[in-house]
């Protein structure tokens, strides 16, 4: 081959090379890739609200559970029985208030109906005083007058003695309706007794509505914690990490298993400081996971955080003291997925992922 044949296939190379590199360049310069990825997603922790004995496990791990099934079982009889005493101890006191409510009632009514009719008695009382006191004035008016008509010798002792025993009689009498009237008051005030009655079962009556309303709290906090004997799952997940046998003893929020859904399922991908700055929120992504070789998911930037994975750590890095060694730093950035068929993809936490952001200049 000659010399120029040589020289002219370098030069196409070179220019070949070139073109190929500034294509690279132009498709490459908007994008900004990681492959310290891994899949996210929530894990719920569920941990029992009451202690007991578990009675039932209706699940292992690996199994896949619907939101609402009922997973473990903590024996119910305990708690069944406070519910009922706390029942027992709301009904007798409801018993004691009604039975209290009707016995003011009863004396309420009596004390009314007599309180009327002394009333009533009282009015006619004072009316027929009144005649009374209308006849006892006559009378001493007619007794001065024959005392008179006797000193002067024109009545006889028999005629002033016959007045005398009329004045004395229409004394007596309106005495006597005053003594009547005063009775018939004694007897209304005597009836205060009454008031007195109703006032003290009232009192005993809002203590014990007192007692009804903290047994109604008992009840509620009962139920509520004999409807916590059962660990219900919830959400649609996978259990992981049980640890717990039918006739062991669980204590309130002791860790009984755990539950992850395979949706809604996120990135977390971890990029270098040197390449935070472009990335922004909203950027579309694509991301490519090793257990799924040639499928593509699409997603967007969702969140950044606040700072780099360092910093967050069970021992965070102190640089003020001993030798210091510069290593680059990586910001965590979750990248939210589109839809995609999570049944046929599903994504299970901890995958690895490579992760490329389009980012906008």
Not at 263 to 278: C, D, G, L, S, V
Not at 310 to 333: C, E, H, M, T
């Amino acid at each position: 081959m000659s010399n120029s044949k040589k020289k002219l296939i370098l030069i196409a190379s070179v220019v070949v090379i070139t073109i190929a590199c500034i294509i690279y360049w132009i498709y490459t310069r908007n994008l900004v890739t990681t492959d310290d990825a891994q899949v996210d997603s929530h894990i719920y922790y569920l941990s029992p609200k009451v202690g007991g004995l578990i009675k039932y496990v209706y699940v292992d791990n690996f199994f896949h559970v619907k939101k609402g099934e009922l997973l473990v079982k903590i024996d119910p009889v305990d708690y069944e029985n406070q519910l009922k005493s706390l029942m027992h101890q709301y009904n007798a006191t409801l018993d004691t208030i009604n039975s209290l409510k009707q016995e003011s009632l009863s004396i309420q009514k009596s004390s009314t109906g007599q309180i009327g009719s002394l009333e009533e008695n009282i009015k006619a009382s004072l009316a027929q005083l009144e005649s009374y006191k209308v006849n006892l004035h006559k009378a001493r008016l007619d007794l001065k007058r024959y005392e008179n008509l006797y000193n002067q010798k024109v009545v006889s002792a028999n005629e002033l003695e016959i007045e005398n025993q009329k004045y004395h009689a229409a004394l007596s009498a309106y005495e006597a309706q005053q003594r009547n009237i005063q009775s018939l008051q004694s007897q209304i005030s005597g009836l205060s007794s009454y008031t007195y009655q109703v006032a003290k079962i009232n009192e005993q009556i809002k203590s014990y509505e007192n007692q009804l309303k903290s047994l109604k709290n008992q009840i509620n906090i009962a139920q509520n914690n004999l409807k916590h004997t059962n660990i219900i799952a919830p959400v649609d997940g996978i259990v992981t990490q049980k640890n717990i046998e039918v006739g062991q003893y669980v204590q309130p929020g002791q860790t009984l298993l755990m539950v992850v859904p395979l949706k809604p399922a996120w990135i977390n991908a971890n990029f270098k400081e040197t390449q935070i700055h472009r990335i922004k929120i909203g950027d579309k992504a694509t991301v490519t996971i090793d257990a799924y070789p040639g499928v593509e998911f699409k997603g967007y930037v969702k969140d950044i955080d606040a700072g780099t994975g360092d910093r967050f750590s069970l021992l965070p890095p102190q640089n003020a003291s001993g030798n210091y060694i510069k290593i680059v730093q990586r910001v965590p950035v979750r990248i939210e997925l589109y839809p995609y068929d999570y049944k046929k993809y599903p994504l299970r936490v901890g995958l690895n992922c490579e992760v490329t952001v389009h980012v906008k200049h």
